[in-house]
């Protein structure tokens, strides 16, 4: 079989799922003129169309990491109890390194070369996706919850870690891992918006955020969310023989492969170019 037909085998199996079930899924008609923002990109990679929500997201994680802040101080000065304010001063803590990775990531995506479009949801869920025809990220997001949430993925697309495909509406590289820490970024702003969701154990910590919770979660119809991700670490570096514990349901399609083919040469696979090592 041939390089170019087995990586489209697979990368076609890799993305059915994907458009069925996947987080990553487009949810509006590409085929709309309107459904994406035309004006150019803003000055730092956010499109222009989009800052000004942008910047109302961003407002408000700051100011939820300087509460954090005032709540930890008070809780240090005030409490009598101080075994149970170190624990809580502690879970407080784990929530505002959090938020600080988040507005890392917030001024990360501003200055990328790449295209952020913000769109809005009416639905709880987001979603992020590749606008095959403007070539750019769309974070399809509803609270500033979720916003953190969409983001993380956008910054795991920076980071190698998801992958998109130039031609179709699929996504790629998916793995439980990758939701965890979208769930932890969101959890650190708002706690409720996770700890409401519906898996085998309710997650009321950041440490209860955790693979196996993620593949446990549940939608409004009782279908497991994540069923189709991998249950290990996969990245655009990713070879056959992870790819292959990855997603053992392709084993025979994987059989073609070369040991050192990765999914970043693939056709028609969009990825961000990483800067390379010096060793």
């Known amino acids: ?68 802040y005032d709540a930890i101080a008070d809780k240090e000065k005030l409490s009598r109890n101080k ?33 952020y479009i913000l769109k809005p949801s009416i639905k709880a869920e987001g979603s992020t996706a590749y606008d095959t025809r403007r070539r750019c990220i769309v974070l399809t997001v509803g609270s500033t919850a979720n916003f953190i949430h969409e983001i993380t993925h956008g910054g795991q ?11 179709l509406d699929k996504s790629y590289l998916q793995d439980l891992y990758d939701e965890v820490e979208a769930y932890k970024a969101q959890f650190a702003y708002d706690p409720s918006s996770v700890s409401s969701l519906k898996s085998s154990f309710v997650a009321r910590s950041l440490a209860d955020i955790t693979p196996r919770w993620v593949e446990d979660l549940q939608s409004a119809e009782g279908e497991k969310t994540y069923r189709d991700h991998s249950k290990i670490r996969v990245n655009i570096y990713s070879g056959k023989a992870v790819l292959l514990m990855a997603y053992p349901q392709l084993a025979s399609q994987f059989s073609g492969w070369a040991d050192s083919w990765t999914m970043k040469e693939a056709p028609n696979v969009v990825y961000k170019r990483q800067p390379m090592v010096v060793q």
């Open 1 to 68: 079989m041939s390089r170019q037909l087995s990586y489209a085998l697979i990368i076609n199996l890799l993305g059915f799922a994907a458009v069925a079930n996947g987080p990553y899924s487009l949810v509006f008609d590409m085929d709309v003129p309107d459904a994406i923002p035309l004006a150019t990109p803003g000055p730092k990679g956010i499109n222009s169309l989009c800052l000004d929500e942008w910047s109302r997201h961003k407002e408000l994680i700051i100011n939820k990491r300087d509460s954090l």
């Open 83 to 115: 075994e149970k304010a170190q624990h809580e001063i502690n879970s407080l803590k784990a929530r505002l390194s959090n938020l600080d990775k988040v507005i890392g990531l917030v001024n990360t995506l501003e200055k990328s070369d790449v295209e």
């Open 157 to 167: 697309y920076e980071a190698g870690e998801i992958i998109f495909d130039s031609q």
